[in-house]
């Protein structure tokens, strides 16, 4: 070997000994449920950007991507050997924690994380508000409501169903709910519900809104019987919601980021699950004129957009 | 009134525009939510939860990540390959490297299909096989390289004969920026890349890299040449004249569901010893020029429906300059050029069950032959061609079926159909099972055929005084069943046994037809089989990011009775990697091979059998996560050790092999 070779070996050699004190955390997997989902995709792009502005490496496994993504997820995590894995959606949360072998592990993006269970060393951004915080934020909202009415299915959204229940029951607020087992149910469910109800309550419930028509269904409905509708998502005022408290897809990746620094810091207690730290409110105030509801004017700074009936 | 009307109409059509596409805003982002949504109901948890499946596929696959080759401290690609079980690398005497795939080797490595991001490599149609160019490819840009060992012509078409290897290099989202590295090592070794990768908002996306690497080769002495034991004047005893300087650029272009991607490479060498048997000297001078364009495009046409579509055009040319005596040179070149398109649908049938059936079409030219010769290598003479222009067009259809019918069991059936103008038609069915037997305990099984077209050269070959081309030539075929048990029996520890049993017939082979003149013809069969052993097991808690893990292959190759010559009967590889924390590893790699045989008709000893060690030192995410830098010892005892030359370079004994080699890495990300 010549002796500028040797000088160039000895060189990296010094350089190894005096960066050794510069050592940082893993590697991070990011399992994505469906990539060409626009709110899975969204998540993953806004932590991807936080997390390699801070240098992480990232590795990326998009499960439908792959035939055999229980493999190719086993494989990625044997010699990836990432840190942590973070998971965007049920389906690759589910999957990812048995494969963990005591990494950490954080979700994201899971419809009520409360049906999930929740291993050792699982962290987590909830997808839904905390269902006390939209009780009370509807509350504040509209004061006078105090009969509240949702559709659920059971299978997904029992365990967020209970806690609206009890959190609206300690300040005075009366939920009504009708379980349903598939989208057929709606039209029925609802002539039942309804006339009961001063407000009917949209959540994220996959079977509820199964598609297009089930919320044409719901908003035709509650049109018809004067029922205002809140919803969990801006994109139902355009269909005629009145109020809408969302939690922003971008919010989430980037809060999941920050929790990731966190814990990398040892600052985040082990089992934590976060709720959404940004939301947006909307209101529109056509359809909340149209109804004449009493709505708290001093409430009116709280909202972040005012959608009226031009157009 | 008349402009009156017309701003009336006009500032109607603008309101209704600006509403309509408000409206149809909103409704795009309700699909949105109704997507995300649907993604969600796919999912159920029930009581049982989701079971956990052992290694569902029935393929044998080994994947090495972009970790794994920096703590192997990979100089290119054959560093990487030479962890796998059943693949060995040797040296040839033309330079480029031979890739062994269990018990089976040829010159060209044309049994061996590799692919980078999916698109065949096999550009050299003229002598088949990727080695050529492919065989010092960087690694820093790579991601991830899988290794399918076993035929693949079921679903890859020609020459995915005895194994498939696909390189997936990084794209925009996983460079998110700038990515520099440089590499210097032993043999006056230099390598450089830059990356650059990003993805906009409007979807589009694009990632840039550039390689360049450059070295003087591994100076092995070689003793004498056939010139110099006849004490004729000769370069021997002398040394190989391995040179090589390479460039790569690779693109990856994205938008929307449209994807432009290919690569170009620009190779010079030199050369190993020669193309003949004497010792080359410094006027030996290979020229590759290699690229492919690729434009696809994904169409989603329901949920659990989609297309994939793709127009490729392919291009190699070679324009060499080889030594024959001390002074007879002889200058030989050729372009050859790929263009076709394949169109695959994918249907996911139920959760359990997807199938996928694709039509490809391709156009084969060879062209602009060029053939010299003379006593002065810088003003050589036009000489008759040694091989014919030529086109080739094929067509090929296929069609597999993933089916788990039960939660522990997958079974996987498919099929391809190839026909081609020149040799007619080939079929060629894939089939095999999974199952999950006890929990964490499967057994795989499989049969599968593939096939290796005849490449022009061998169907060709002209005006060679001692090897003729033949145009009947037929493909040559493999079947090729394998069975095998892959467990986990404790948490962090996988394990896998295959056994292979292969017979490949038809073998394209040089026969004798007179005295000192050959044909290529169909002759003779190989029957290989082998048996693979792996482990790994990966360490938790204070040891996270260490392993230990092993493999051990068995393999007993025959043709007419006799074991083949210079494959060996066993080969082991040894690794461990310890993770002192998230920054600093070490890694050991023991390759130890076995005794490697000789042909029939050459008197010398078998090449010994060797154990070699390397060691590795990897930082990793130092600076603010911003370095990475790593430095590896090869064969750290320096053991002298050889690579079989064959039988027409008795004289010479062996290929010695590099001593002791360096080589540091440091990368920097932006």
């Keep these: 070997m010549k002796i500028r070779n040797f000088c160039k070996v000895l060189i990296l050699l010094t350089v190894f000994w005096i960066s050794a004190g510069f050592a940082q955390p893993s590697k991070i997997l990011i399992v994505n449920s469906d990539n060409s989902v626009y709110r899975y995709q969204t998540i993953a ?267 | 009134m008349n402009k009156y009307v017309y701003n009336l109409l006009f500032g109607v059509l603008i309101l209704n525009s600006n509403a309509s596409a408000e409206t149809s805003a909103a409704n795009n982002d309700l699909e949105k939510e109704l997507a995300y949504l649907a993604a969600e109901r796919q999912v159920v948890v029930t009581a049982s939860k989701m079971e956990e499946h052992v290694d569902k596929t029935i393929a044998t696959t080994t994947v090495i990540t972009q970790d794994d080759i920096a703590h192997i401290g990979a100089r290119n690609l054959l560093d990487v390959l030479r962890l796998v079980p059943g693949i060995g690398i040797t040296q040839t005497q033309f330079g480029w490297r031979e890739i062994e795939v269990r018990g089976v080797k040829t010159v060209l490595s044309e049994k061996v299909q590799i692919m980078l991001n999916g698109h065949p490599l096999d550009h050299n149609l003229q002598n088949a096989g990727s080695a050529w160019v492919y065989d010092d490819l960087p690694v820093d840009t790579i991601k991830r390289v899988e290794v399918v060992r076993g035929p693949g012509s079921a679903l890859y078409g020609a020459n995915a004969f005895l194994a498939v290897i696909n390189i997936i290099t990084q794209n925009a989202k996983d460079l998110n920026g700038v990515q520099t590295s440089a590499g210097w090592g032993s043999f006056d070794t230099q390598q450089y890349r830059a990356s650059w990768g990003k993805q906009f908002d409007n979807t589009a996306e694009a990632a840039l890299h550039f390689n360049f690497t450059d070295t003087n080769g591994i100076n092995s002495p070689i003793p004498a040449d056939s010139s110099s034991i006849q004490g004729l004047s000769s370069s021997a005893p002398g040394k190989s004249q391995l040179t090589e300087g390479r460039y790569d650029l690779e693109w990856q272009l994205g938008y929307q569901d449209f994807k432009l991607d290919g690569r170009y490479i620009n190779k010079k060498m030199g050369t190993f010893f020669g193309a003949a048997t004497i010792l080359s000297d410094d006027r030996t001078q290979q020229d590759y020029n290699d690229y492919f364009l690729r434009l696809s495009r994904a169409w989603k046409i329901k949920d659990d429906f989609t297309i994939d579509t793709q127009i490729f055009h392919d291009f190699y040319s070679a324009d060499n300059r080889w030594q024959l005596a001390q002074n007879q040179f002889t200058r030989s070149g050729f372009q050859d050029m790929r263009t076709g398109g394949e169109i695959q649908a994918n249907y996911h049938i139920s959760d359990a069950q997807a199938v996928i059936a694709g039509f490809s079409y391709a156009k084969e030219q060879q062209g602009n032959l060029i053939d010299e010769l003379g006593p002065d290598p810088e003003h050589l003479i036009p000489a008759p061609s040694i091989t014919e222009e030529r086109t080739r067009k094929h067509w090929g259809l296929y069609i597999e079926d993933v089916w788990d019918p039960l939660k522990n069991l997958r079974l996987t059936l498919g099929a391809r159909y190839d026909r081609y103008n020149d040799f007619g038609g080939t079929f060629n069915p894939r089939m095999g099972f999974n199952w999950e037997f006890i929990r964490n305990y499967s057994l795989k099984f499989s049969y599968g055929t593939a096939y290796r077209a005849p490449a022009f050269g061998e169907l060709g070959l002209v005006n060679n005084p001692v090897l003729l081309g033949n145009s009947s030539l037929k493909p040559e075929e493999v079947k090729t069943f394998e069975t095998g048990i892959v467990a986990h029996p404790v948490a962090s520890l996988t394990t896998q046994a295959i056994y292979y049993h292969s017979a490949i017939n038809q073998i394209i082979s040089q026969v004798p037809i007179q005295t000192a003149i050959s044909r290529y013809d169909n002759s003779g069969s190989v029957i290989a089989e082998g048996v693979e052993l792996e482990a790994r097991y990966d360490f938790e808690g204070s040891l996270q990011g260490s392993y230990l893990s092993a493999n051990h292959v068995l393999q007993h190759s025959v043709q007419l009775g006799q074991q083949l010559a210079d494959v060996p009967r066993h080969r082991t590889n040894l690794t461990a990697n310890l993770a002192f924390d998230n920054t600093w590893s070490s890694f050991a790699h023991v390759l130890i091979k076995g005794n490697t045989l000789r042909s029939l008709s050459d008197a010398r000893n078998e090449v010994p059998g060797y154990a070699l060690l390397d060691v590795g030192l990897l930082g990793k995410n130092m600076f603010g996560r911003k370095v990475d830098i790593s430095f590896n010892v090869y064969n750290l005892f320096d053991k002298r050790y050889y690579d079989p030359a064959p039988t027409s370079l008795s004289f010479i004994g062996d290929y010695q092999m590099p001593g002791r080699a360096f080589f540091g890495h440091v990368s920097l990300r932006f």
């Design chain 1, 45 to 311: 792009t806004e932590f991807k950007k936080i997390i390699q502005q801070n240098a992480y490496q990232v590795a990326e496994l998009n499960l439908n991507s792959h035939a055999d993504a229980e493999t190719e997820l086993k494989q990625l995590i044997q010699q990836e050997n990432p840190g942590l894995i973070y998971t965007i959606g049920t389906k690759a949360y589910l999957l990812a924690r048995d494969y963990t072998h005591n990494r950490k592990l954080l979700f994201s993006a899971a419809i009520n994380w409360r049906r999930l269970d929740i291993a050792e060393g699982t962290y987590g951004v909830a997808n839904e508000l905390a269902s006390a915080q939209e009780i009370s934020l509807l509350r504040y909202f509209l004061p006078s409501i105090k009969t509240i009415g949702l559709l659920y299915s059971d299978k997904f959204s029992r365990e967020y169903v209970e806690s609206i229940k009890k959190d609206a029951l300690s300040v005075g607020i009366n939920v009504v709910t009708k379980a349903i087992n598939e989208d057929k149910e709606i039209g029925d469910a609802l002539n039942g519900l309804l006339p009961k109800i001063e407000l009917f309550w949209i959540i994220s419930d996959p079977v509820v809104l199964s598609n297009k028509e089930s919320v044409k269904t719901i908003f035709q409905s509650a049109q018809q019987q004067k029922k205002p509708v809140y919803a969990y998502s801006d994109v139902y005022i355009e269909q005629g919601a009145v109020l809408a408290v969302s939690a922003d897809s971008d919010t989430i990746g980037r809060q999941s980021a920050s929790f990731v620094l966190m814990m990398d810091k040892d600052k985040v207690s082990e089992g934590t699950v976060q709720s959404p730290a940004g939301s947006t409110i909307t209101l529109n105030k056509c359809v909340l004129d149209a109804l004449r509801l009493n709505f708290n004017k001093d409430a009116l700074d709280s909202i972040n957009k005012v959608v009226g009936c031009e157009k």
